[in-house]
Antibody
C-alpha cells in the first residue's frame, strides 16, 4: 500500500516562497500521475498542478506564474514551490497519486492515494 | 467559487439513503469521467467512486455513483454515523485544462 507524506514549513512570510515535499513509500513514484491539491480554510479543494507519467507538468492557470512542481525519482519525492505567497495561499496542502488517461476523447481521472495534508499559514 | 456545484450540506437518519449532486457543464462533467471523495477533516481524502460509477476495492456497495449529461450523483444507502464527512466530486475540465472539484457537501447523519 503506497503511502504519501507531505512535509515542509508550517509558516511562511508574505512575499516569500512556499516549499513542500511529498515523500512516497511502499510503492514506486515512477510511472504514476502526481498532483498537488490544496484546501483553504473553510473552502473546497483546489488543484494546483501535476506531474504526469509522461514527464510533463501541468499547472492551474490561476497559479501558473508562481508554481513549480518537480519530481526526484531517486529520492521518491515530489515537490511544490509557490512563490510570492500571500494570505490567500494559507491552506492545507495535499499531495496525491492518481491516474489519468483518455478513452474515446473522454478523460478518465482520479486520485487513489492522498497524504494527510500539511497546513501552511502565510503570515508575518 | 467552484467550477462544479454541490449542495453545501445534506442530512439523513441512520439507515436511510442520501444522494449528493454535482452539477457542471459540457466542458467538464458532460465530456469526462467523474470521481468522488470522502474527506474527514484532518485525514487523507479517500477515493469512493471513479469512472462515474466504479468502486475501488474495499469500498462497500452502499456507495454508488451515476452520471447523466452534465450532472453526477453520489448515492449512499444504509447510512451510518461513520459516514459523516465532507464529500467532493472531481473531474477534468477541457476548457480550463485543469482538474476541477466541487465545493464539497457536508453529510450529517442525524
Amino acid at each position: 500500500q503506497v503511502q504519501v507524506l507531505e512535509s515542509g514549513p508550517g509558516l511562511v512570510k508574505p512575499s516569500e516562497t512556499l516549499s513542500l515535499t511529498c515523500t512516497v513509500s511502499g510503492g514506486s513514484i515512477s510511472g504514476y500521475y502526481w498532483s498537488w491539491i490544496r484546501q483553504p480554510p473553510g473552502k473546497g479543494l483546489e488543484w494546483i498542478g501535476d506531474f504526469s507519467n509522461s514527464g510533463s507538468t501541468n499547472y492551474n492557470a490561476s497559479l501558473k506564474s508562481r508554481v513549480t512542481i518537480l519530481i526526484d525519482t531517486s529520492k521518491s519525492q515530489f515537490s511544490l514551490m509557490l512563490s510570492s505567497v500571500t494570505a490567500a495561499d494559507t491552506a492545507v496542502y495535499y499531495c496525491a497519486r492518481g491516474y489519468t488517461g483518455v478513452v474515446d476523447a473522454t478523460r478518465r481521472l482520479w486520485f487513489d492515494s492522498w497524504g494527510q495534508g500539511t497546513l501552511v499559514t502565510v503570515s508575518s | 467559487q467552484s467550477v462544479l456545484t454541490q449542495p453545501p450540506s445534506v442530512s439523513a437518519a441512520p439507515g436511510q439513503t442520501v444522494t449528493i449532486s454535482c452539477s457542471g457543464s459540457s466542458s467538464n462533467i458532460g465530456n469526462n469521467f467523474v470521481s468522488w471523495y470522502q474527506h474527514l477533516p484532518g485525514t487523507a481524502p479517500k477515493l469512493l467512486i471513479y469512472d462515474n460509477n466504479r468502486r475501488p476495492s474495499g469500498i462497500p456497495d452502499r456507495f454508488s455513483g451515476s452520471k447523466s449529461g452534465t450532472s453526477a450523483t453520489l448515492g449512499i444507502t444504509g447510512l451510518q454515523t461513520g459516514d459523516e464527512a465532507d464529500y467532493y466530486c472531481g473531474t477534468w475540465d477541457n476548457s480550463l485544462s485543469a482538474v476541477v472539484f466541487g465545493g464539497g457537501t457536508k453529510l450529517t447523519v442525524l
